[in-house]
């Protein structure tokens, strides 16, 4: 791994996915002696609460929700 002029690092895609780090996630690095050690940070917005979130009022059709089953059920 390097870091680039700007401090960043990347972490491998591998790492990533096998502890479920997403876009978005909050990190923190601390510092544990020598080493640097990058924690989820406490208090964060989890990926589920981003969604939805983000989604909140983004439905407001002015359609029913029976009229919204309709169309999601291809009726």
Same mark, same amino acid.
Request: charged share 35%.
């Given at each position: 791994?390097?870091?680039?002029?700007?401090?960043?690092?990347?972490?491998?895609?591998?790492?990533?996915?096998?502890?479920?780090?997403?876009?978005?996630?909050?990190?923190?690095?601390?510092?544990?002696?020598?080493?640097? +050690?990058?924690?989820?940070? !406490?208090?964060? *917005?989890?990926?589920? %609460?981003? &969604?939805?979130? $983000?989604?909140?009022? +983004?439905?407001?059709?002015? !359609?029913?929700? *029976?009229?919204?089953? %309709?169309? &999601?059920?291809? $009726?």
């Amino acid at each position: 791994m390097r870091m680039n002029s700007k401090g960043q690092v990347t972490i491998p895609a591998s790492l990533r996915a096998k502890h479920h780090l997403h876009e978005g996630d909050e990190l923190e690095v601390i510092e544990d002696g020598d080493t640097l +050690r990058i924690i989820r940070a !406490r208090g964060g *917005e989890t990926r589920g %609460e981003r &969604l939805v979130r $983000e989604m909140r009022g +983004r439905a407001t059709s002015g !359609r029913s929700t *029976e009229e919204l089953m %309709e169309l &999601l059920r291809g $009726e």
